[in-house]
């Protein structure tokens, strides 16, 4: 156990139906990243936030995907009009870092989602 | 990022030290090397990270090209526990960790 928790750990869908996934980071880290990871692949960033500002957004997949951090605590992940290419590995992590020293990043579990 | 090329897959016999290269030859110069691993299932777990000098810690010890081209990652005793995938990712100081294939590394006893 890292100290990050993300539920649920496993979600399934209908196509067309929305989503939503939970991270709870490691307290008093101020980074938190989300990353999808499918079969056989390594793990793919996403969006982070420093605090409760999100950093960067363009690698989120599509505009159906979006993500908050509204209090620079836990953080959610939402698949609007979920497809079956969505069905992955949703990873969140956390880390205590600056601009300038980078820390190592704590994964969570993992929500694995399966769309049908 | 730059990218990263890393063999998809070695043996390593328990006990011995297991050597993991990592080609990275597009690093540029604010980007650091990091390991991680990810046993199956599980979310990946941070081993290391270096910027230019060799870097040793409880887990492990990177050994970095003086041309910072290429990296090695080094388990000193291998144990079946350390059966997993490494991945070995440039990336600047904000983290935004992009993972490639990885080696898939099985100690055998």
């Known amino acids: 156990d890292t100290g990050v928790s993300q539920n649920p750990r496993h979600k399934i869908t209908k196509r067309g139906q929305n989503v939503t996934f939970r991270c709870d980071p490691i307290s008093e880290h101020n980074r938190l990243y989300w990353y999808r990871q499918t079969l056989g692949q390594g793990p793919e960033f996403l969006t982070y936030?420093?605090?409760?500002?999100?950093?960067?957004k363009s690698r989120l997949l599509s505009d159906r995907f979006s993500a908050e951090r509204p209090k620079g605590s836990f953080s959610t992940l939402e698949i609007q009009r979920t497809e079956q290419g969505d069905s992955a590995m949703y990873l969140c992590?956390?880390?205590?870092?600056?601009?300038?020293?980078?820390?190592?990043?704590?994964f969570g579990p993992g929500t694995r989602l399966t769309v049908t | 990022d730059a990218k990263t090329t890393q063999p998809p897959s070695m043996d390593c016999a328990e006990g011995r030290a297991a050597n993991l290269p990592c080609n990275h030859s597009?690093?540029?110069?604010?980007?650091?090397v990091y390991w991680y691993r990810q046993i199956h299932s599980q979310g990946p777990q941070y081993i290391i990270h270096g910027l230019k000098n060799n870097e040793t810690n409880e887990m492990a010890s990177l050994i970095i090209t003086e041309d910072r081209k290429s990296s090695t990652l080094i388990l000193p005793h291998a144990t079946l526990r350390d059966t997993a995938v490494y991945y070995c990712?440039?990336?600047?100081?904000?983290?935004?960790?992009?993972f490639g294939a990885g080696t898939q590394v099985v100690v055998t006893p």
């Open positions: 990712i440039a990336a600047d100081s904000w983290g935004k960790l992009q």
């Open positions: 992590a956390s880390s205590l870092a600056s601009q300038t020293d980078p820390y190592e990043q704590y």
């Open positions: 597009t690093i540029s110069g604010n980007e650091y």
């Open positions: 936030f420093q605090n409760e500002a999100q950093l960067e």
